[in-house]
C-alpha cells in the first residue's frame, strides 16, 4: 500500500471477506458445507469483479464487457447443469457420458461464439495425447 502499487487490492479484499463473513453466517446453519462453498464463490467472483473494474481504470485493456458476461454467463450455466448429475441415481457410465456430451456442447457453443478458436482445441488435444506418451 505504501508504494500505491496495490492501493486497489484493499477495498476488494475488504469487500470479499465481509460478504463471505455474511454469506457463511447467512448459508452454514442452511446449507452446511455446500452453503459454505456458495459463500466463498459469490464473495470470490465479487471480489474478482471489482478487481478488473480497478484494474480496468489503472491500465485499460481492450475487453469488451458484454463479451465477458456472456462468456461467464455460458460457464455458469454449464457449470449448473453439470452439478446436479453428481446426485442423480444413474449409474457411473451415464454420468460421465452426460458430462462429456455437456463439455461437447460447451465446446461447440464456445467456437460458434468465437471464444475458442479449433486451432486451441487441436493444440490441447495434442498436447494431452503427447503427454500420456511419456
Given at each position: 500500500?505504501?508504494?500505491?502499487?496495490?492501493?486497489?487490492?484493499?477495498?476488494?479484499?475488504?469487500?470479499?471477506?465481509?460478504?463471505?463473513?455474511?454469506?457463511?453466517?447467512?448459508?452454514?446453519?442452511?446449507?452446511?458445507?455446500?452453503?459454505?462453498?456458495?459463500?466463498?464463490?459469490?464473495?470470490?467472483?465479487?471480489?474478482?469483479?471489482?478487481?478488473?473494474?480497478?484494474?480496468?481504470?489503472?491500465h485499460p485493456l481492450p475487453i469488451k464487457a458484454k463479451r465477458l458476461v456472456s462468456l461467464f454467463t455460458i460457464v455458469v450455466?454449464?457449470?449448473?447443469?453439470?452439478?446436479?448429475?453428481?446426485?442423480?441415481?444413474?449409474?457411473?457410465?451415464?454420468?460421465?457420458?452426460?458430462?462429456?456430451?455437456?463439455?461437447?456442447?460447451?465446446?461447440?457453443?464456445?467456437?460458434?461464439?468465437?471464444?475458442?478458436?479449433?486451432?486451441?482445441?487441436?493444440?490441447?488435444?495434442?498436447?494431452?495425447?503427447?503427454?500420456?506418451?511419456?
Amino acid at each position: 500500500m505504501f508504494a500505491d502499487k496495490l492501493v486497489y487490492n484493499l477495498p476488494a479484499s475488504i469487500l470479499g471477506l465481509s460478504l463471505n463473513i455474511l454469506l457463511n453466517i447467512l448459508l452454514i446453519p442452511i446449507y452446511g458445507a455446500i452453503g459454505a462453498a456458495i459463500a466463498t464463490a459469490v464473495a470470490s467472483i465479487l471480489t474478482a469483479t471489482v478487481l478488473l473494474f480497478f484494474a480496468n481504470k489503472a491500465h485499460p485493456l481492450p475487453i469488451k464487457a458484454k463479451r465477458l458476461v456472456s462468456l461467464f454467463t455460458i460457464v455458469v450455466v454449464f457449470t449448473l447443469l453439470a452439478y446436479p448429475v453428481l446426485y442423480l441415481e444413474w449409474g457411473f457410465a451415464w454420468k460421465i457420458f452426460v458430462k462429456v456430451l455437456l463439455l461437447l456442447l460447451f465446446i461447440i457453443i464456445s467456437v460458434n461464439l468465437k471464444y475458442i478458436t479449433t486451432t486451441v482445441i487441436k493444440s490441447v488435444f495434442f498436447s494431452i495425447i503427447r503427454f500420456n506418451y511419456k
